[in-house]
């Protein structure tokens, strides 16, 4: 599985604007072969500060998305952005859920244990 993460530090004046962007590009890009999910969060201490998380089955499914008319409207927002788009690219091996945090906390069993295949 491949998650990015991409933080958006908005000038406040287009923060409207922004918001109206990334709800526009929820539904679609959930509907593109291997999105696994899309989130959009705002911090709580700065309202201009937007975290948007992709899951995306393989690599491949990513760069097909990378590429895409979507993606290009989010490189867009670049006028709209007090700082430069931070834009980070995770490849995951293995999840882990509450079973390992239960484990770790109560019964001392290695989280090994707890692997799940993302595969």
Same mark, same amino acid.
């Given at each position: 599985? !491949?998650v990015v993460?991409i933080?958006?530090?908005v000038?406040?004046?287009?923060?409207?604007? !922004?918001?109206?962007? =990334?709800? /526009?590009?929820?539904e %679609? *890009?959930?509907r593109?072969?291997g999105?696994?999910?899309i989130?959009v &969060?705002?911090?709580?201490?700065?309202k201009?500060r &937007?975290?948007?998380?992709?899951?995306?089955?393989t690599?491949e +499914?990513?760069?097909?998305? =990378?590429? /895409?008319?979507? &993606?290009? *409207?989010? =490189?867009?927002?670049?006028p =709209?952005? /007090?700082? %430069?788009?931070?834009?980070? !690219?995770?490849? *995951?091996?293995?999840?882990?859920?509450?079973?390992?945090?239960?484990?770790?906390r109560?019964?001392?069993? %290695?989280?090994?244990?707890?692997? *799940? +295949?993302?595969s």
């Amino acid at each position: 599985m !491949i998650v990015v993460k991409i933080i958006l530090n908005v000038l406040a004046e287009k923060q409207l604007e !922004i918001t109206q962007t =990334l709800v /526009s590009l929820i539904e %679609p *890009v959930a509907r593109e072969k291997g999105c696994k999910g899309i989130s959009v &969060f705002c911090d709580i201490q700065d309202k201009n500060r &937007f975290c948007l998380i992709e899951e995306w089955k393989t690599r491949e +499914n990513l760069d097909l998305h =990378l590429k /895409s008319h979507r &993606f290009g *409207v989010l =490189l867009g927002t670049k006028p =709209l952005l /007090s700082e %430069p788009l931070n834009i980070r !690219i995770y490849t *995951v091996s293995h999840l882990q859920g509450m079973a390992a945090i239960d484990a770790v906390r109560t019964k001392g069993v %290695p989280y090994d244990e707890y692997i *799940v +295949n993302v595969s």
